[in-house]
């Protein structure tokens, strides 16, 4: 079986979303289709039930996955730490991004790897999706999240950015003529949310009700930067972003309107505490060094 089929297993049987397992491992849900029909068939049972709502693992399903998770993890870490020490690394930092333009944090990431040449530093983009769930089953070690974040096994390190807010809106929508809209006006249209958010976290984004009370809905789950911008282009939702993806997105199909009475939005480094070691207090230290900047 090969490694990649194994993975699109036990990605499926985490996400039991075919969309999500492709976006998540960046194929097609024919690949992803593909992979679990041959599994099946070596093995002589079905994986997975499937309707039009759901999919559920089987029995046998539930075995394999149980079976498969510390051999795959094990093997997934031999074949990294081969890797590495063929470059000369002794270790690796994984960085879970939120900002958009990663761009403009690359001076940090320069500076880590030119401080410290012996580790290697793996920056990725991340989903919406369970996003303190990543540092806590060890996907990540350290993510760049926006405060507060408030959950107690968790240390806040230093801030990297400050940002102000914008919307961004169809260009046909009714905002798209204004030069700026106040937050009140949020409840006037729909809105997009992510599963899996706290609620004081969701809440630092883009508040529940505005400052007048009235609630500022949500319709639809998004999760990913990308998703939740096809979305406003295409005129289902308005949403709130940091300002820095006007930078980073250019869209004849989308406006983007100050928001001067929402409150901006500073990200930070978080990680576990308890997973704390010499290679996140030396993030950590280079973040202190360079110090903050605004966008």
Not at 21 to 34: D, E, G, K, N
Not at 46 to 75: C, I, K, N
Not at 135 to 161: H, I, K, Q, Y
Request: charged letters at 25%.
């Amino acid at each position: 079986m090969e490694l990649r089929d194994i993975e699109i297993f036990l990605v499926l049987a985490e996400e039991l979303h075919f969309g999500r397992t492709a976006q998540r491992l960046h194929v097609s849900q024919a690949r992803v289709s593909q992979a679990i029909k041959k599994q099946e068939r070596r093995i002589g049972a079905e994986l997975f039930t499937r309707t039009s709502r759901a999919v559920h693992l089987t029995e046998v399903g539930r075995r394999f996955r149980d079976d498969l998770q510390p051999v795959y993890a094990g093997l997934h870490e031999s074949l990294e730490r081969a890797q590495l020490a063929a470059r000369g690394i002794t270790a690796q930092l994984r960085v879970s991004m939120l900002p958009f333009n990663v761009v403009d944090l690359h001076p940090y990431w320069k500076a880590f790897r030119a401080r410290y040449p012996q580790w290697g530093l793996q920056i990725r983009q991340t989903t919406f999706h369970d996003v303190f769930g990543q540092l806590r089953n060890g996907d990540m070690d350290v993510v760049v999240a926006w405060l507060p974040v408030t959950e107690p096994d968790f240390t806040v390190g230093p801030s990297l950015c400050t940002d102000s807010r914008i919307l961004a809106v169809a260009a046909d929508h009714p905002f798209a003529g204004r030069d700026s809209v106040s937050l009140e006006l949020f409840a006037d249209f729909p809105h997009a949310t992510a599963h899996g958010l706290a609620d004081y976290w969701e809440e630092s984004y883009l508040p529940f009700q505005t400052p007048g009370g009235r609630t500022i809905e949500r319709v639809v789950a998004a999760e990913t930067a990308d998703e939740l911008i096809s979305l406003v282009g295409m005129g289902e939702i308005i949403h709130s972003f940091p300002g820095h993806v006007t930078r980073h997105w250019g869209m004849r199909n989308v406006r983007w309107l100050p928001v001067p009475d929402m409150r901006t939005m500073t990200y930070a480094l978080v990680w576990r505490t308890e997973t704390e070691n010499d290679l996140i207090r030396a993030l950590a230290d280079t973040v202190r060094d360079l110090g903050t900047f605004r966008f």
